[in-house]
């Protein structure tokens, strides 16, 4: 069950020796079917986690439009073209310490921007046992993005097009994608 709200208050119940949280939700019927299927489970996992717009469905199919125009126009894969949009335009994944994950290997650059499901770019090589190994930056895919994080990736992606003459939509109809955003 995923529900958005407010922390009304912390207490700290002394009979159980455990903290109590109380959340005031906003959803109330899902929160009154969730709390129903979920009331006699022993043990839950909960995650409560900063409120973050979500990227409108509209934004992440129109991004991939422009990815298959891009890509046909420079003759080279999608996959190779969305890495390639995702490295200059898009989110790094972070480790748990904020610094960006990085891998080291030996597969090629080319080979690496046709991951359909690792997103990396090449920072940095050098040789290591006689074999020259690629630094690449593992970037978060664009399902993982908000509202923010999208609008900069589809703001990239439209200049790369307009660089090669590609039509992209007018300044109105993004605006209606934006719109549909902050919604």
Known sequence: MELTGQISKISMNYISNRHELTLSIFEGEKLITGYEELKDTELLDVRIIKHRKKRSLDANAYFHVL????ADKLSISK???KNILLGRYGQSMELENGEAAIIKTNIPVAQM???????CMPCGSKPENGRELTYYKIIRGSST???AEMSRLIDGAVYECREQGIETLTPEELSRIISQWKA
């Open 79 to 81: 996959p190779s073209c």
């Open 113 to 119: 921007l046709e991951s359909e499901t690792v997103h």
């Open 145 to 147: 993005y908000d509202t």
């Open 67 to 70: 990815v298959g125009k891009l």
